[in-house]
């Protein structure tokens, strides 16, 4: 990640800015992965055309509870962090 590459580290270090100890990058705690996941397994359908041409429909057709219940989730996800 950027924020650990060595020219960021010393930038860091050399303006005296204390970095906290990063968390694991956990797909669990990233809701747009959950996203990719669904996205993903709604493409299995299209067998003929290629999966690109469906992806814009297909982030349209994320419903707004979809997107609420990610947004909800965001608490128990900040706790698995810390």
Aim: net charge positive.
């Amino acid at each position: 990640p950027k924020h650990t590459h060595r020219r960021a580290a010393r930038w860091f270090k050399d303006d005296n800015i204390d970095v906290m100890t990063w968390p694991a990058q956990s797909p669990d705690i990233n809701p747009i992965k959950h996203l990719w996941v669904d996205l993903k397994n709604t493409f299995k359908k299209y067998s003929v055309l290629p999966k690109e041409l469906h992806e814009v429909e297909e982030w349209n057709n994320i419903t707004l509870e979809t997107y609420q219940n990610l947004i909800e989730s965001m608490p128990r996800r900040i706790q698995a962090v810390i």
